[in-house]
C-alpha cells in the first residue's frame, strides 16, 4: 500500500493489523512480577504454623500425597486452607520417584482421584524429587495442565513459553538464607515469576522457621508483587499465550474474538487483565454479560468462557440529533491525504501521539461541555485519505460520528475531532 511511505500511515497501519489480533494480556495481573509460594509433602507443620496468612493478601499452593505423610491421615488442616483460597496440588499418592518404575497412572491419577473424591480438583502437580522424563511428563499432561520441577533459581519469564510439564522452583534447604530468596523475589520484580519450594515449617525437614517464611512473603507484598498460588498464575502466564494470538471476527457492528483453552485441566476459573483494541467506548461482553472497563481500562475477562464480543459503534448510544447550525461543512478535496493537508492537518507526531493512548486503552475523550458543541471532524479511510470534513453539533464522540457518517460506505475509518479552535483533538477508530 502507497500508506507505508509515510510514519503517519504506518500509525493507521498498526491500528488496522492490530485489530486483528485486538486482545492482550497485562503482564502478571497488573503487578511488576509474581510471587508463589509452595509447600510440598503434605505435612501438619505447615498448616499448623502458616496462620499468619489469614491476615494477608497472599495465596499459597500445598502439595499433598494423598496415600503418605500428615495429609493422608488427617487431611482437615489442609482442607481448612482450601477453604481460604490456597491451593492444594497432587505430589502423587505414595511419594516414590516416578522416573524409577512407579506406576505413574496410579501414582498420579489415583491421587487426583481421591482429591477429587474430597471436592478438590487439582490442577497442577509437583513431581517427588523433582523427577521427571519425557514419559512421566506426559503423564503428568493428562491429568494436569501444569508441574513444578526444582533445581535452578525459580524463574521464569512473561514472554517466551516454558515447559508447562517442568515449571522451576527454588528449594529452601536447611542451608538457605532469606537474603538470596529475597533477592529472587527482587529479581521476580522485574517482570519475572518466581517459585519457591518448601517442605516443613518449623518442623519436619528442609526446614524454614515460621519467622523466615512469614519475612519472605511479607517481602514479596512489599515489591508489590502478585502472591498467588501456583495454578492462578500459571493459568495467567498460559492463557496469554493464547489470547494475545486469537484472531477477531468482524460483525455488523464490533467484532467477536474466540478461543480455545490450551489444556483439558486450566482452572475452571481465570480471571484475565487484558487490553483491548477497538473496545473504547463500545459495549464489551463475554456470553451476553457486559464487561465494564476497570479505572485504567484495562477489561478482567474470564478467559475460559473462550469468546469475548465488543459491539457497539461508539461511546453512547444517544440517538443521532439533527445538525441545529448551519453546519460550516468544511468540505475538503477528497484526493487531499491526511499527511499531506496544511495548516488542520496534524503533525505525525500528535497523530502517532494519539493513535498510541488509544492503544493503551485510554478511552477516547473530548471536553465536551454539558450539552452539544460545535465539533470538527475530519473522517480518514485505513489508508489516511482523507473522506470528510465537517463541523457538526454534537454531546459525545458517538453523536458526532453520527452526524458525519451519511454518505460513507461501509468499512472502518479513523476520525479526528475536536474544538473548532483545534484543541482537544482525539482520534479514534470508528465503523459504519
Ligand atoms: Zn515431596
Redesign the pocket.
Known amino acids: 500500500m502507497e500508506c507505508f511511505k509515510t510514519s503517519l500511515c504506518v500509525a493507521f497501519s498498526l491500528a488496522v493489523s492490530t485489530f486483528a489480533g485486538p486482545i492482550t494480556t497485562v503482564p502478571w495481573n497488573g503487578h511488576p512480577g509474581a510471587a508463589t509460594f509452595t509447600f ?2 503434605g505435612l501438619h507443620s505447615q498448616t499448623n504454623n502458616l496462620t499468619f496468612l489469614d491476615n494477608m493478601d497472599a495465596k499459597v499452593t500445598f ?1 499433598v ?1 494423598t496415600g503418605t505423610m500428615d495429609f493422608s491421615t488427617n487431611s482437615q488442616p489442609h482442607l481448612n486452607y482450601a477453604k481460604k483460597g490456597h491451593e492444594i496440588g497432587n ?1 502423587t499418592v505414595n ?1 516414590k520417584n516416578l522416573t524409577q518404575g512407579a506406576d505413574l497412572n496410579s501414582e498420579i491419577g489415583g491421587a487426583a482421584t481421591k482429591l477429587r473424591s474430597m471436592g478438590l480438583e487439582a490442577t497442577s502437580l ?1 513431581t ?2 523433582c523427577a521427571q522424563n519425557a514419559t512421566v511428563k506426559n503423564a503428568i499432561n493428562q491429568e494436569h495442565f501444569i508441574s513444578r520441577g526444582c533445581g535452578g533459581g525459580g524463574l521464569t519469564g512473561w514472554d517466551s513459553e516454558p515447559d508447562w510439564m517442568q515449571i522451576d522452583s527454588h528449594y529452601w534447604q536447611a542451608s538457605s538464607n532469606v537474603a538470596s530468596f529475597k533477592s529472587s523475589l527482587d529479581q521476580a520484580a522485574s517482570g519475572k515469576w518466581h517459585v519457591q519450594l518448601n ?1 516443613g515449617v518449623a518442623g519436619n525437614w528442609d526446614v524454614i522457621s515460621t519467622a523466615d517464611i512469614k519475612t519472605l512473603i511479607e517481602y514479596a507484598v512489599s515489591k508489590k508483587l502478585w502472591v498467588a498460588s501456583f495454578s492462578t498464575v500459571g493459568a495467567y502466564l498460559r492463557a496469554h499465550f493464547t489470547i494475545d494470538k486469537a484472531a477477531a471476527t468482524n460483525t455488523a457492528n464490533g467484532f467477536t474474538v474466540k478461543w480455545t483453552s490450551p489444556h483439558a485441566h486450566m482452572p475452571k476459573s481465570v480471571p484475565l487483565r487484558v487490553k483491548i483494541q477497538g473496545a473504547q467506548g463500545k459495549t464489551v461482553s463475554q456470553k451476553g454479560k457486559e464487561i465494564k472497563p476497570n479505572s485504567d481500562s484495562t477489561y478482567t475477562i474470564e478467559f475460559m468462557a473462550l469468546e469475548l464480543e465488543v459491539s457497539g459503534e461508539a461511546l453512547s448510544s444517544s440517538s443521532s440529533k439533527q445538525v441545529k447550525s448551519s453546519s460550516s461543512s468544511v468540505a475538503s478535496s477528497s484526493s487531499s491525504k491526511l499527511a499531506e493537508s496544511s495548516s488542520s492537518a496534524p503533525s505525525s507526531s500528535s497523530m502517532q501521539s494519539s493513535s498510541s493512548s488509544e492503544t493503551n486503552g485510554i478511552a477516547p475523550r473530548i471536553a465536551f461541555e454539558s450539552g452539544a458543541v460545535m465539533v470538527h471532524c475530519q473522517v480518514f479511510d485505513a489508508n489516511g485519505q482523507l473522506m470528510m470534513s465537517k463541523n457538526v453539533m454534537a454531546g459525545s464522540a458517538s453523536e458526532a460520528w453520527n452526524n458525519v457518517k451519511a454518505g460513507l460506505m461501509n468499512g472502518v475509518y479513523f476520525m479526528r475531532y475536536g474544538k473548532i479552535d483545534g484543541r482537544n483533538t482525539q482520534i479514534i477508530q470508528v465503523r459504519k
Open positions: 510440598d509433602d502439595f500425597c505430589h511419594h509437583a517427588p524429587y517442605h
